[in-house]
T-cell receptor, first 113, second 111 residues
Framework: EAGVAQSPRYKIIEKRQSVAFWCNPI?????LYWYQQILGQGPKLLIQ????????DSQLPKDRFSAERLKGVDSTLKIQPAKLEDSAVYLC???????????FGDGTRLSIL | GQQVMQIPQYQHVQEGEDFTTYCNSS?????IQWYKQRPGGHPVFLIQ?????EVKKQKRLTFQFGEAKKNSSLHITATQTTDVGTYFC???????????FGQGTTLQVKP
């Protein structure tokens, strides 16, 4: 089966600019996750979708981050405006349902200048 | 809020030695999952434990889930250079299925 697809792989922007990431989960997976992984740390959940509804976004900085999964399939994560501290790898993952093993994409490495 | 702590942060071993990483949660978990991340790669699922006291083996890897469902361990017997990477435990919330990842244990194996 095809894995989780993410784009772009790398992005370099200046602070205060905006950026968007795209994720296409494994076909049929109901649950989609966005994580932020800072170098040397474990992935931190930003938002979790169940189909097209938000299950958990308690750690999403909502003043600058937004995410949507309108048709319950692919998803976008946006940062506007970016700060230096947002430099990280943004990982998308999907699972058949909640509480099940997650399949991760290759991630987007974001550098803020 | 819920926290998942992992120790040690780093471990260097000689090839053939054993390795263990420990994971502790501040709250009772519905399940625990283990992932491996190679340098420059993404986390890859290894195993999920659900039952209190559960023990599962995958070749040289042994995973345990504590009786109170608040701690877990991963033990690798006779490490090989292919075992190099960062091992993450992730504790599951019974309400949402949300996973809280530990900070990981990075394993280096000297040939």
């Amino acid at each position: 089966e095809a894995g989780v697809a993410q784009s772009p792989r790398y992005k370099i922007i200046e602070k205060r600019q905006s950026v968007a990431f795209w994720c296409n989960p494994i076909s049929g997976h109901a649950t989609l996750y966005w994580y932020q992984q800072i170098l040397g740390q474990g992935p931190k959940l930003l938002i979790q979708f169940q189909n097209n509804g938000v299950v958990d976004d308690s750690q999403l900085p909502k003043d600058r981050f937004s995410a949507e999964r309108l048709k319950g399939v692919d998803s976008t994560l946006k940062i506007q405006p970016a700060k230096l501290e947002d430099s990280a790898v943004y990982l998308c993952a999907s699972s058949p349902d909640k509480d099940q093993p997650q399949h991760f994409g290759d991630g987007t490495r974001l550098s803020i200048l | 809020g819920q926290q998942v702590m992992q120790i040690p942060q780093y471990q260097h071993v000689q090839e053939g030695e054993d390795f263990t990483t420990y994971c502790n949660s501040s709250t009772t978990l519905s399940n625990i999952q283990w992932y491996k991340q190679r340098p420059g790669g993404h986390p890859v699922f290894l195993i999920q434990l659900v039952k209190s006291g559960e023990v599962k083996k995958q070749k040289r890897l042994t995973f345990q889930f504590g009786e109170a469902k608040k701690n877990s361990s991963l033990h690798i017997t006779a490490t090989q250079t292919t075992d190099v990477g960062t091992y993450f435990c992730a504790g599951g919330s019974s309400n949402t299925g949300k996973l809280i990842f530990g900070q990981g244990t990075t394993l280096q194996v000297k040939p």
